[in-house]
């Protein structure tokens, strides 16, 4: 019969209008740094959960996760070096391709970028690149001096699909002399759109066409690697190396793109940090509220403690007061905190539009726009914190209620 009743108290009190302004604007700036302070904290993890996806979705799924390429230059045996890696039980599949480091002319603009010369057939088990190429693989077409270029190196160079361009390429020379680069005319068969820095910096070409440019005949530079699980890449590519006949290089994605991750993991756990310190200092209103409540409700006390209430009564009145107010702030906050993530990606592309500024430039970031993925465990998380908090924040309160002394409020009033 105790806890019905207290909660029944408690929720008059909390109802109920308050006989002192000071005391009701505390009680809803409590309630009010709550709900902002939870709203905060779950749009903010909903983007890292989104900037977390975007890695693993639209990063991992096109750069190699790891890859062997030759010490000595390149790979002449490279299909056995291909059957040798897949034979390691987390290898998913591997493929040959030739890199260039090259300087791209269009007019009077230059744009220096590396390009990957890969088989579509082999690159479509270790990549799913070939999606986000406009016309897929059939754009380029083998022996007609064909690439597809990011979209960020088409514009900067001003080219679109179909327009012709030079590529310079470093010339090789074991006697190390300077010597002029290669000038290679080729034609732009499709656009590369990932949205992100690997637009501005890569570019696609058959790898028979790149192999005829660099007179390498059958050799290639190296062979890229599908591994599983791919937070594991640098141990299994190391595993792999040591069971590998030829003498290679390792290399694995966390080596280009592992600060990444641990950017995102680290923002995370200060998010967690943050979500804790801001709800505490709002819980600190809550402190404010229940003890001005206390002084305003002690004439009420004193007629609770002459009809029979004992200490325990008293105390979970007050601690069912302040719940009252974490839980509708966090309600609240919530509710704003789910709207407002849903719906990230699209209010901040209209505020884009409207001011006519990007915030995330594909030329400096992964990705060109704020991404964001809610996670029902981060809403449930950073709600449960905030009510915990406001249980910690009543306890106070609740105890200077008990040590009120009736005969000394009641012969006061």
């Known amino acids: 019969m105790m806890r019905p009743l207290s909660l029944a108290i408690g929720r008059r009190f909390s109802r109920a209008r308050?006989?002192?302004?000071?005391?009701s604007f505390i009680s809803l700036s409590s309630v009010i740094g709550i709900a902002v302070g939870v709203m905060v904290i779950i749009v903010g993890l909903s983007a890292m959960n989104g900037f977390e996806r975007e890695l693993n979705q639209r990063v991992l799924s096109v750069v190699p996760h790891a890859q062997v390429f030759g010490v000595n230059g390149p790979i002449d045996n490279w299909q056995q070096v291909q059957r040798q890696s897949e034979q390691h039980p987390q290898v998913e599949a591997a493929a040959p391709y030739v890199e260039l480091t090259v300087?791209?002319?269009?007019?009077?603009?230059?744009?220096?970028?590396?390009?990957?010369?890969?088989?579509?057939?082999?690159?479509?088990?270790?990549?799913?690149?070939?999606?986000?190429?406009?016309?897929?693989w059939e754009?380029?077409?083998?022996?007609?001096?064909?690439?597809?270029?990011?979209?960020?190196?088409?514009s900067q160079l001003g080219v679109s699909q179909g327009d012709w361009l030079t590529v310079m390429v470093p010339a090789t020379d074991s006697s190390l002399h300077l010597r002029a680069p290669?000038?290679?005319?080729?034609?732009?068969?499709?656009?590369?759109?990932?949205?992100?820095?690997?637009?501005?910096?890569?570019?696609?070409?058959?790898?028979?066409?790149?192999?005829?440019?660099?007179?390498?005949?059958?050799?290639v530079t190296g062979v890229s690697l599908k591994v599983s699980p791919v937070l594991q890449a640098r141990h299994i590519v190391r595993e792999v190396g040591q069971t590998l006949s030829a003498y290679v290089y390792l290399k694995d994605w966390t080596s280009e793109f592992g600060y990444l991750y641990r950017d995102i993991q680290l923002v995370r756990a200060i998010m967690y940090l943050v979500m804790v310190l801001v709800i505490g200092v709002a819980c600190f209103n809550v402190v404010s509220t229940l003890m001005m409540s206390v002084k305003d409700r002690a004439a009420d006390i004193a007629i609770l403690r002459t009809m029979g209430a004992d200490d325990r009564l008293i105390r979970r009145i007050f601690i069912w007061y302040g719940l009252f107010s974490g839980a509708l702030g966090s309600l609240i906050g919530s509710a704003l905190g789910v709207g407002i993530a849903s719906h990230l990606t699209a209010?901040?592309?209209?505020?884009?539009?409207?001011?006519?500024?990007?915030?995330?430039?594909?030329?400096?970031?992964?990705?060109?726009?704020?991404?964001?993925?809610l996670h029902l465990s981060d809403v449930?998380?950073?709600?449960?914190?905030?009510?915990?908090?406001?249980?910690?924040?009543?306890?106070?309160?609740?105890?200077?209620?008990c040590q009120l002394q009736p005969a000394a409020v009641l012969s006061a009033k």
């Not at 479509?124 to 986000?132: F, L, N, P």
């Not at 754009?139 to 088409?154: E, F, N, Y």
């Not at 637009?199 to 390498?216: C, T």
């Open 18 to 23: 308050q006989r002192n302004r000071l005391v």
């Open 103 to 136: 300087l791209m002319e269009h007019g009077s603009a230059l744009k220096p970028a590396q390009i990957r010369a890969v088989d579509p057939m082999s690159e479509q088990a270790v990549s799913r690149i070939g999606e986000y190429i406009d016309g897929g």
């Open 139 to 154: 754009s380029l077409q083998p022996g007609q001096s064909s690439l597809v270029l990011g979209q960020g190196i088409a």
């Open 182 to 219: 290669k000038r290679v005319r080729m034609q732009v068969a499709g656009l590369l759109r990932l949205g992100g820095q690997i637009d501005h910096s890569l570019a696609l070409m058959r790898l028979q066409d790149a192999q005829a440019i660099m007179d390498m005949g059958a050799s």
């Open 347 to 373: 209010m901040l592309s209209h505020v884009e539009q409207w001011i006519g500024h990007r915030f995330l430039s594909g030329d400096v970031y992964f990705i060109n726009f704020l991404p964001s993925e």
């Open 380 to 401: 449930c998380l950073v709600s449960a914190t905030a009510i915990l908090l406001s249980l910690l924040a009543a306890w106070y309160p609740a105890r200077r209620a």
